[in-house]
């Protein structure tokens, strides 16, 4: 990595390697995506056609070098074009989450001072046209589906194809300005503009270049070994930051093809359609399909569930030790082999992973069971550990040393230092420029010389070299008896039932720990429908004797497993209630990206907090909702709180004087 | 013929000329009279709804547009020509689609399939060079898959494209009749009780996807419904019927405020 300053071999923005690629691989498919049924296919060459033509539209609407191009929708073609055509015309594309509300959306457009907005449907155009009068600097908006938008005020509204249209037709006028501007982008001018998630407070917009972008997508692809011929499936928010070097950096970077599903429904359909290369997701859509490979599993005939079981016990065991290149014994791996052809598989087939060469999961940590599950098939499936600030990469998983305790070492050109409190900090090509508008975070998150606070806490395992992530730095805290009380440790180990679908784990500053859990409702429901019970509503599922029952059993058994951790022993949950609703990001509850938000929680049900630690036997609680079309209701209800079984904490082994 | 003019509706919508007329409708079973010297009209491009308590002959009417039954005494005419006496999938091939109250879906079949049986009426190919894949036949299959995935994407159903209708739940069911029915490219569209069942969400549902098909294709539509509120909202014109006698005809409002309508409904001593 010699010369930086020139941009990597010369390439120093996204529309600079669009234009090599279609220059040296124009034929290969740079997009895919499936309309009316089949896979529609666009090249390199094509796709540069297509985003230079939106981007002379972009110039007859009149945007200047510098404007915030706001776009909103899931992940189609298009929306991508646009994000680059925005680029091309020197201005800065800003992906906001698609679910998210017009209100959030207010907050975000007004930040980033937006002056147009490229969006999907009709949905979106509504809840832009909602806060628009609100916008300072917003003037006009581009839609891609015209469905139902045929008698909306056209002044400020134009179709996507209409606006490429005018492009080509004024290519010649246009062209020289497009070619100034394209030509003009710098190696540290700013690439995209994405808003974190925010778990406390307001959002913010975090600023990367196209260095911290190109030098990223560069070095991971390298490290992955990433090719021209992979295939990856872009399903993830645009908005997040690994969307956008998966499906941009990388992409753009190794020149593969990025697959858009049809809808959102299709996903699983179309994703075994493609059978992706290259995959990421986090940790909660693994979760989610062992779910529903485990209740489909004890809706089969005796006969496949048994062989199911019994390979699956088989791969566990030898599975991961086969991926690793360590030695197997050959009667395991011909056992192996002959579980791949009746299990595996068939399986790995039905999931869409039948070709995985790397898949990733980050996030939030994935449960160990989970983890070896998809192991065990023989999925290269690995760990990295980043954030958006640090354009994704901190810690990366090398092939051969995967665990599922352990998040890698780290990226290739990244720092790592611990600080003295445990909190991580990192220094990479790959650190963001700066938070919009807002010196004064980032001056707390970015000290001069570079390094930036994750806020996460963790430690460098001697033996390995890799990092290990214990929680949040802020949510690691004392109980009142000095122990350590790290909640996401419990928590995840809980989320591993497929029963349980989110759990919030309390105890800081307190004698003992109590949790609020939510139920799966797929998998309870299923299980309720087999055990012959009957419920009418969620709520009611959630409070029936036998749901806690067997959520009780779950608890006490995560409790023995913590009872045997030396330094957490204390986090055991001593008492625990079902929550009545699921928690929503639309309530505020969680983050867009499913994080639980922690002190909203605490102090919305503050009322079931106390009944928890009063001794209580049951509490009567009222909730607000938010319904998806922004009304607000109450449901209310009457909890049982349970006392669940706790176990001797394992004596450490004092050594003797 | 009546005036050709049309008319404007509330929300701005340019209303043609009468499309479909029913003139002195009289429809008898033995000596039972399901419906009693009807006339209305239904004009291109408007959402006409029939409305009335139950046994008030609704779908009774609705079989003699689709041709199911033939009127006792009075006339169909259809873009302006009198209507001959017909079978009903000779009436679908004139254009008149249609959905049932208790849904008439082939259960067994995929949602796909059951959706390509709606374009049935526009496929000439002979048995032959269907059975061989070949040919016309080829062609005229590919042709009519595109038009039904045009409005499986339309109606938002592409995640149950595969799915047998049997193992589809009722709400989505009454969505994959009304993909059937689009398929067919119909000049007017017959509703019966699209709403019948739903709940409220679903209901918005469908309300959203039939004011959409008329909105973009233009589609005609003459729907059945006894969810007062949804009929109110998404019709420009109303017929009212009550054993079997028409008692009202006109806007919502008109019909609202309509003495015989809310004597019908609300029930008078006899």
């Known amino acids: ?657 | 013929m009546k005036d050709t003019e049309g008319y404007v509706t509330a929300d701005g919508r340019q209303i043609g000329g009468v499309l479909m007329e029913l003139r002195n409708i009289t429809l008898k079973f033995g000596g039972v009279t399901a419906i009693n010297d009807i006339s209305f009209d239904i004009r291109e491009g408007e959402i006409r709804a029939i409305i009335g308590p139950n046994g008030a002959g609704k779908s009774s009417m609705l079989n003699v547009i689709s041709g199911f039954y033939t009127p006792t005494e009075g006339s169909v005419w259809y873009k302006g020509e009198q209507r001959p006496k017909m079978k009903p999938y000779e009436v679908a091939r004139m254009g008149v689609a249609r959905t049932f109250q208790n849904i008439a879906l082939f259960e067994g079949m995929t949602v796909l399939d059951n959706v390509m049986t709606g374009r049935l009426t526009h496929m000439n190919a002979g048995i032959l060079s269907q059975a061989i894949w070949w040919g016309s036949a080829r062609d005229e299959e590919m042709e009519n898959r595109e038009k039904v995935e045009r409005v499986i994407d339309f109606l938002e159903i592409q995640n149950i494209r595969k799915t047998p209708v049997g193992r589809l739940p009722y709400g989505l069911k009454k969505r994959v009749e009304l993909a059937r029915a689009l398929a067919a490219e119909p000049s007017i569209l017959l509703l019966d009780e699209p709403m019948a069942g739903m709940n409220v969400e679903e209901k918005e549902d469908m309300s959203r996807f039939i004011l959409d098909v008329n909105d973009e294709f233009g589609t005609t539509i003459c729907l059945i419904e006894h969810d007062m509120g949804v009929v109110m909202d998404l019709s420009d014109r109303v017929v009212v019927m009550d054993y079997g006698r028409k008692i009202g005809d006109g806007s919502p409002d008109e019909v609202r405020s309509n003495q015989d309508v809310i004597d019908a409904y609300l029930g008078v001593p006899h």
Request: aromatic share 10%; glycine share 8%.
């Open chain 1, 1 to 657: 990595m010699a010369h930086l300053t020139e941009g990597a071999e010369g390439s120093r923005s996204i529309p600079a390697l669009l234009a090599r690629n279609a220059r040296e691989f124009g034929d290969s498919p740079a997009y895919r995506e499936k309309e009316f049924g089949i896979w529609q296919t666009w090249s390199w060459a094509e796709t540069e056609e297509e985003i230079e033509a939106f981007a002379l539209g972009l110039l007859t609407l009149g945007v200047a070098e510098g404007d915030s191009v706001a776009v909103i929708g899931r992940n189609r073609p298009t929306l991508y074009w646009a994000m680059v055509a925005a680029q091309m015309c020197g201005a800065i594309p800003v992906p906001l989450y698609q679910d998210a509300n017009a209100e959030e959306m207010a907050y975000v457009l007004d930040h980033c001072g937006a002056r147009f907005a490229v969006v999907a449907d009709q949905e979106q155009v509504d809840k832009v046209i909602e806060v628009q009068d609100r916008l300072s600097r917003f003037e006009q908006m581009i839609y891609v589906d015209p469905r139902g938008l045929r008698k909306y005020d056209h002044s400020k509204l134009h179709l996507f194809s209409s606006v490429q249209g005018e492009g080509r037709a004024a290519r010649d006028r246009l062209l020289p300005e497009l070619e100034r501007r394209r030509g003009g982008l710098g190696y540290d001018d700013t690439c995209v503009m994405l808003y974190t998630s925010g778990t406390t407070g307001k959002p913010k917009g975090v600023v990367l270049s196209n260095r911290n972008i190109i030098e990223s997508g560069k070095a991971s692809s390298e490290f992955d070994n990433l090719r021209r011929d992979d295939e990856v499936l872009a399903y993830l928010p645009m908005a997040w930051v690994g969307d956008f070097i998966f499906s941009i950096g990388q992409a753009y970077w190794t020149g593969f093809c990025v697959n858009c599903p049809e809808s959102a429904e299709t996903l699983l359909t179309d994703l075994r359609e493609i059978a992706p290369t290259y995959y990421f997701a986090p940790p909660r859509v693994f979760e989610t399909q062992l779910t529903q490979i485990m209740i489909r599993m004890e809706d089969a005939s005796p006969l496949k569930r048994r062989m199911f079981h019994y390979f699956m016990d088989h791969a566990r065991r030898v599975g991961p030790r086969i991926l690793d290149g360590k030695p197997v014994g050959t009667w395991d791996r011909v056992k192996y082999r002959l579980g791949e052809v009746l299990v595996y598989g068939p399986l790995k087939n039905a999931m869409g992973f039948s070709r995985i060469r790397v898949g990733y999961t980050a996030g939030e940590a994935i449960g160990p069971e989970i983890f070896d599950f998809f192991r065990a098939l023989g999925i290269n499936l690995k760990q990295l550990y980043g954030q958006t600030e640090a354009t994704v990469f901190i810690t990366i998983q090398p092939d051969g040393e995967v665990r599922s305790d352990t998040v890698g070492v780290p990226a290739p050109g990244v720092e790592l230092r611990i600080g003295d409190n445990g909190e991580v900090y990192y220094r990479s090509p790959g650190t963001f420029v700066e938070y919009y508008k807002n010196p004064e975070s980032t001056a707390e998150t970015k000290d001069p010389e570079g390094w930036v606070a994750t806020g996460d806490a963790g430690f460098i395992e001697e033996s390995s070299g890799h990092l290990r992530i214990i929680d949040r730095a802020k949510d690691v805290g004392k109980m009142a008896d000095g122990g350590m009380f790290a909640p996401k440790y419990v928590e995840n180990k809980l989320k591993f039932y497929p029963n349980i679908l989110e759990v919030v784990v309390f105890g800081a500053s307190r004698e003992k720990c109590c949790a609020f859990i939510n139920i799966d409702l797929s998998a309870v429901g299923n299980w309720a429908e087999r055990h012959n019970i009957a419920y009418s509503s969620y709520q009611e599922l959630a409070g029936h004797p036998q749901v806690l029952d067997m959520i009780q059993r779950h608890v006490e058994e995560t409790n023995e497993s913590i009872a045997r951790d030396e330094m957490l022993s204390g986090c055991q949950v001593h008492r625990f209630l079902v929550l009545h609703k699921e928690l929503d990001a639309d309530d505020g509850e969680l983050t867009r990206t499913r994080k639980v938000r922690r002190k909203v929680i605490g102090e919305k049900f503050e009322d079931l907090v106390n009944a928890l630690y009063d001794g209580s036997d049951s509490v009567y609680t009222e909730t607000e909702v938010t319904y998806e079309d922004g009304r607000k209701g109450k449901i209310k209800a009457t909890l049982e709180i349970r006392d669940a079984r706790v176990f001797p904490v394992a004596q450490p082994q004092v050594a003797a004087e």
